[in-house]
């Protein structure tokens, strides 16, 4: 397990289209019994309810859904490039199939009883504020719901406060 050192949220200086949708991140859920991770290159960091938040879209298939669903909390974690190939299959395989985080090599460690993937070198810990189904009626362009929703497996909007950050 890694060192990590707490951050002060006002002296962070990260570029989340780089960070997110470039070098994506890992969503961590679940308890001390079980966790599951996902990679994910959609989602931001912003303000929202006074609150400093980072909101991710996670689709009704996902394993790890079931996780946030049942504990309310998850983590963003920020591996280094050197994990890419990691990322690629946490990616890919479903943890309802496999124990991809043990196949990968990669180690679950626990902050506050929230699951975070020890190999990131930046740890996001997330409470569920609200969680919003994207729905077909909601789009005001048509064509998105066609590119990316043909099989009807929509995405949960969820805005979570950033309770604690790690860095290491
Ligand atoms: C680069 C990349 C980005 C991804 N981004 C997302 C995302 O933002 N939301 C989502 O629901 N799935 C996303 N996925 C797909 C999930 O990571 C993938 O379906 C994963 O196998 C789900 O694992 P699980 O079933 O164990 O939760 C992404 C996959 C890759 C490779």
């Given at each position: ?99 991809k985080i043990r196949e ?15 190999e990131g070198s930046l ?36 805005i979570a406060e950033i ?6």
């Open positions: 397990m890694h060192d990590f050192q707490k951050v002060d949220i006002e002296q962070m200086e990260i570029n989340p289209f780089r960070m997110i949708g470039k070098d994506w991140m890992l969503v961590t859920a679940g308890n001390e019994r079980k966790a599951n991770t996902m990679t994910a290159s959609w989602g931001g960091v912003g303000i929202m309810w006074g609150k400093n938040v980072a909101y991710v879209f996670i689709r009704d298939s996902r394993f790890t859904k079931e996780f946030i669903d049942r504990e309310g909390r998850f983590s963003l974690s920020f591996p280094a490039e050197q994990y890419r190939k990691e990322m690629k299959f946490l990616g890919t395989v479903s943890g309802r199939d496999e124990d990968a090599g990669m180690h679950v460690g626990y902050y506050d009883g929230v699951p975070y993937i020890d740890i996001l810990i997330c409470r569920v504020m609200s969680g919003t189904p994207i729905r077909k009626e909601d789009f005001w362009d048509r064509a998105i719901d066609e590119k990316w929703y043909a099989e009807q497996d929509y995405h949960m909007m969820y309770t604690d950050i790690m860095a290491r």
